[in-house]
């Protein structure tokens, strides 16, 4: 493959999404669209990664160079001012907008563009509302015209072959050829389509790889599809998903074989989950939760930044937040890992085989040994050793007939009443 330059236009406002969050930074299953982009140029290693974004944007740890479009001139314009920073043979235009684009259709478009000034990426879409329209020269599968949606006239709407927004130039071609570009349309704006006359036209395997995000709507249907393809993935490696559609995992989450995901369940980026875990039902395992072998989540745990030793047991109803906890562990019901004091976050530490009895609370920074118990209802602040129990609750005191003071009595003589007399009933 000659060696490629890949420029991402990002410049946009985003206007529709109705938030301030640039359009690029919202998330898709755990990661920001721009970096599912960045993810799959950066597999067949181009030379040059180059966002082009607006004057109040920083994209620079994403990718290799940033330029700068100041005003929202086309996307004609936007790829303009990124030829500065353009030094390589072809060049892959792309929006930043797309994050369910796949290497694979990347590459194709490279391959099948072999040859030609300029190829682009196409979908033929039962339902191409918002895209332009691609007309092809008879049937030699290149590009007569393409129409955006807003310019095109009513015959030209009922076209199905849309235009993606992925292109691949031959550098020396683009760089004199936008100079031929016009405002000619309704927006007054350079189209970058408009240098696309005799374009190789490759059509994508899978339409939903060309998806764009304009509104919220959008990008809540771009990630349940990326986050059926993570766990089609997952599931394929060997894991049991009882529930797929209710199982949310985000990229950069890897999960062990053997391991049973019940629904509900919530997989942080940046987890590690080892073989034979049992994870739920509505657990929520938050970013850097690392687990090792035979490990068992239960309902409503959440976990952040812990890393759980094999064959620890973590049943119901606690958090684990900072934390190292050890083989063989048992975490009662109502635990909770108290690490944070209003400033900083600490870590506590749970050795092998340690008993943290139901409704501890482990103020942390605090150790509990190997072999260690915390009594059940425990606020434990202090280390505890080898083989103690560390309590630290008030003795109980019974008073006697104190049930005569409380106020649900006349609640309990009243239900009473009531039950009598539907006994009474015939």
Known sequence: MSEVDVVILAAGKGSRMKDDL??????????????????????????????????????????????????????????RCAFPK???????????????????????????????DAALLTADLKKPFGYGRVI???????????????????????????????????????????NNVTTDNSQSEYYLTDALPGA??????????????NTQQQLAAVSKIARKRINDQIMANGVTMIDPLTTYIDANVLVGTGTIIKP???????????????IGPYAHLREKTVTGIDVHIGNFVETKNAKIGDHTHIGHLTYVGDAEVGQAVNIGAGTIFVNYDGKNKHM?????????????????????????????????????????????????????????????????????????????QP
């Open 22 to 79: 640039s359009k690029p930074l919202h998330k898709v299953a755990g990661l920001p669209m721009l970096e599912w982009i960045c993810r799959a140029v950066r597999k067949f290693n181009p030379k040059n990664i180059i966002a082009v974004q607006g004057a109040d944007e920083d994209f620079s740890s994403y990718v290799d160079e940033t330029v700068v479009q100041k005003e929202q001139l086309g996307s004609a314009d936007a790829l």
């Open 264 to 278: 509900g369940t919530v997989i942080e980026h940046d987890s590690v989950i080892g073989a034979e875990n049992e």
């Open 86 to 116: 353009i030094d390589a043979e072809k060049l892959i235009v792309i929006n930043a907008d797309m994050p369910l684009m796949t290497e694979n259709a990347l590459v194709d478009l490279v391959e099948k563009g072999e040859g030609f």
């Open 200 to 213: 190789k036209i490759v059509q994508v395997a899978d339409w939903q790889d060309i998806l764009g995000v």
């Open 348 to 424: 506590t530490k749970v050795g092998d085989r340690a008993f943290i009895g139901s409704n501890s609370k482990l103020v942390a920074p605090v150790e509990i040994a190997s072999e260690a118990i915390t009594a059940a209802g425990s606020t434990i602040t202090d280390n505890v050793d080898r083989h103690a129990m560390g309590i630290a609750r008030q003795r109980q005191t019974n008073k006697s007939d104190f049930w005569q003071r409380m106020p649900h009595e006349d609640f309990a003589t009243e239900y009473d009443a009531k039950h009598d007399q539907r006994d009474d």
């Open 136 to 178: 092809p020269v008879g049937e030699r599968n290149v590009v007569e015209q393409i129409v955006e949606e807003r310019d095109a006239t009513a015959d030209q709407e009922k076209l199905h072959l849309v235009n993606a927004g992925v292109y691949l130039f031959r550098a020396d071609y683009i760089k004199r050829a936008i």
